[in-house]
């Protein structure tokens, strides 16, 4: 059997004009100004009073309102160096991924003010992040081509490599519970795949797909049931998978150039739409 799991079915236009009995759909509802210069991750505040989005090309975080997407405060002003990745931890604590210093900070977050609390130095341009169980930090060190998992800042297991490639340009990691257990999943979009570890970094297996091809995924999210989304940048959509890693839909493809941003909670879906500087917010559902 070979090793990589190369699904050709066919793709599914998520549309809620031309739903069709079980068809996944995403509506448009609003559309920020453009305000931002290729802004890439996005996270929800654990309150989810505020969408948090990397500003990369300004050097800074933005707090937007998560519905009406308009900007409720800053973050790392003069202070940060290209962020791409932003993500909690079960203290509720912000973490942004410093690309250009080559650091992860780390803030307490109240409300829009934000203070540095911890830096974690030692890392060569990471540009991923996901907080595991026991407080383990995944992350891609994109400079470096390799997915590390860090204990209080120390590198306890490593992967450059997964079932016969090495990694190359590792960007956004997702943790999901599915039927293999705990999986690390790892944008590789230098190989134009997702790479799906154990908690060990050990890899399991890969997605991948032909209908079309990916063109370097970047970030991903998944939602309750488990599905994946999937910012396939050089693409210009946001592909969506099965919990089984089925390709099933998707969207935005008329509306974005360059998306390096994915959050999708409950029945809401926030995209970087990085070329054009600005957030879209969609609305969810499937049809009975």
Same mark, same amino acid.
């Given at each position: ?38 802004? =890439? ?42 962020? =791409? ?64 998992? %860090? ?11 997964? %079932? ?57 999210? =998944? ?31 008329? =509306? ?23 957030? %879209?917010?969609?609305? %969810?559902?499937?049809?009975?």
């Amino acid at each position: 059997m070979s090793r990589l799991l190369v699904f050709a079915l066919a793709i599914l236009t998520l549309a809620a004009s031309n739903a069709r009995a079980g068809q996944f759909w995403a509506n448009l509802e609003r559309v920020s100004e453009p305000l931002m210069t290729a802004p =890439h991750d996005l996270a929800l505040t654990p309150d989810g009073r505020h969408l948090v989005v990397a500003d990369m090309g300004n050097n800074r975080v933005l707090l937007l309102d998560p519905d009406q997407l308009t900007i409720q405060g800053i973050i790392g002003e003069h202070t940060l160096s290209y962020p =791409h990745d932003v993500t909690f931890d079960a203290k509720g604590r912000l973490l942004v991924a410093d690309s250009g210093n080559d650091r992860i900070v780390i803030y307490t977050l109240e409300d829009t003010q934000a203070r540095i609390v911890d830096i974690i130095d030692g890392l060569d341009g990471p540009e991923g992040l996901a907080v595991g169980p026991q407080g383990r930090l995944f992350v891609a060190a994109t400079m470096e081509g390799r997915v590390v998992r %860090l204990r209080d800042g120390v590198i306890e297991a490593s992967a450059d490599s997964a %079932l016969g490639m090495p990694l190359d340009q590792p960007h956004d990691i997702e943790i999901r519970q599915d039927a293999t257990g705990l999986s690390i999943i790892a944008a590789d979009p230098g190989n134009h795949r997702l790479v799906v570890f154990d908690q060990d970094l050990r890899p399991k297996y890969e997605i991948s797909t032909w209908d079309p091809p990916f063109s370097e995924p970047k970030y991903i999210s =998944h939602d309750e049931q488990g599905r994946l989304y999937v910012a396939d940048s050089f693409n210009n959509n946001i592909r969506v998978f099965s919990p089984s890693a089925e390709p099933i839909g998707r969207f935005a493809e008329t =509306h974005v150039k360059l998306p390096e941003g994915i959050l999708v909670v409950e029945d809401r879906a926030w995209v970087s739409d990085t070329k054009r500087g600005r957030v %879209l917010l969609y609305r %969810l559902g499937e049809t009975p």
